[in-house]
Each structure stands twice: as structure tokens, then as C-alpha cells.
């Protein structure tokens, strides 16, 4: 097996294990070292009293694309956390399927920086979003 399926299917995987990301509907659906696509279904549900996609659907969707691109870029077992995300609206939403593209910029010691952009299914982009992270030890075992 090659190096980007092993890491497409542990992070795969590492999100279909999540509840909270089961519940928002999310999946990976691309994913090499230090780029993620994620997919996710918006709903009747997720909208807001204009009857648009609630930002904060968005914000989900840019922080997950961010987060798996620092972690498909670090190594193994480190922890990594958001310390700030600033995202930008770009055009009203409506439901449908939305892909959130993370790319990590920069990964250090103790500090990460990446971008997400997400878009709809024709590829129109709807928003932008820069994050840092705060990078240390390794993670705990879940449970």
C-alpha cells in the first residue's frame, strides 16, 4: 500500500470514529501529507433564520480541513490544537454537499499555521479560513 492510502484511510477512519463529526456528517474524501479534503452534507437543518447555511457550519467544516491537514503533515502521535481561527464569508450558502480544503503551511516544533477553503459541489468558493495551532507532546489514548 502507498504512503497517501495509509493516510487516507487512518484518517478516515481517526473522523468515522468521532461522534461529533459523525453527527455534523462529515467525511474524508481526499488526503496527502499536509492537504485534506473533507466532505459534508449541509442540511434544511443547518440554516440560519434567512434560510442560508449557518456560519458556523462553515466554521466546523474549515477547522476540520485545517486540523487533519497539520496532523497529515506532523509526525506520528503528536498533539496538535487550534489556537485561532479567523474565516471569511464569501457568498450566501444554501444546503447541498460542501468540500472544506485544508493545506498546511507551516508545521513547527510548537506552532502550526494552515488554510482552508471550502467550496459547493460546482466548485464555487464560499468562504476562506486561516488557523494556528499549538503543537506539543503526544496525545493520550482515547477512553
Excluded at 17 to 38: L, R
Excluded at 62 to 72: E, F, N, P, Q, Y
Excluded at 112 to 138: C, M, P
Amino acid at each position: 500500500m502507498d504512503e497517501n492510502h495509509d493516510l487516507f484511510s487512518a484518517l478516515r477512519e481517526r473522523l468515522a470514529a468521532s461522534e461529533f463529526h459523525t453527527w455534523a456528517g462529515m467525511e474524508v474524501v481526499e488526503a496527502s501529507a499536509g492537504e485534506v479534503t473533507v466532505a459534508m452534507d449541509v442540511l434544511d437543518r443547518h440554516v440560519n433564520l434567512q434560510g442560508l447555511i449557518h456560519g458556523g457550519m462553515l466554521a466546523i467544516l474549515a477547522d476540520t480541513a485545517c486540523g487533519l491537514s497539520i496532523r497529515s503533515a506532523m509526525e506520528a502521535g503528536r498533539l496538535h490544537v487550534t489556537t485561532d481561527m479567523d474565516i471569511h464569508y464569501l457568498a450566501p450558502t444554501r444546503p447541498g454537499r460542501l468540500y472544506g480544503r485544508g493545506k498546511a503551511v507551516r508545521v513547527g516544533r510548537t506552532l502550526a499555521f494552515a488554510e482552508a477553503s471550502i467550496e459547493d459541489a460546482e466548485g464555487k468558493l464560499l468562504a476562506r479560513a486561516q488557523s494556528r495551532f499549538s503543537v506539543s507532546g503526544t496525545e493520550s489514548a482515547p477512553g
